[in-house]
């Protein structure tokens, strides 16, 4: 059984910044877009970037500018770049990704989540 493993998240003050990492071990087929997601406390969970096998990027319009999102296929990890934080960007944030095989997802994944807090 696959899955990703996260690492990177922390305490920071705003205005600094964080690396996070997420790793797919296990998995045996490609991978499809890869994404990271963030959780505010009693708040629902929201899409963040994501980035094609290709290298295509999305940000929300939220972290535009300030987030990079960037993928390694051989590695199958996938790295967010987080500048200028903000106490708004505070929350979990999960990588997750499809398992794909014949063209079809067949196995969606999350990670475990790692927790970043910026301070104002």
């Known amino acids: 059984q696959g899955q990703l493993v996260e690492s990177g998240g922390g305490l920071v003050q705003a205005g600094g910044s964080l690396r996070l990492s997420c790793v797919a071990t296990g998995i045996m087929f490609r991978l499809d877009v890869m994404r990271w997601y963030r959780q505010a406390p009693g708040m629902q969970r929201e899409l963040v970037a994501d980035?094609?096998?290709?290298?295509?990027?999305y940000y929300a319009d939220a972290v535009k500018g300030r987030f990079t999102i960037s993928r390694d296929n051989a590695k199958n990890s996938v790295d967010l770049q987080m500048n200028a934080l903000k106490p708004e960007d505070t929350g979990v944030y999960y990588c997750?990704?499809?398992?794909?095989?014949?063209?079809?997802?067949?196995?969606?994944?999350w990670g475990q989540g790692t927790q970043v807090t910026v301070s104002s």
């Open positions: 997750n990704t499809d398992e794909m095989r014949w063209g079809a997802p067949v196995h969606n994944y």
């Open positions: 980035i094609t096998r290709e290298g295509s990027a």
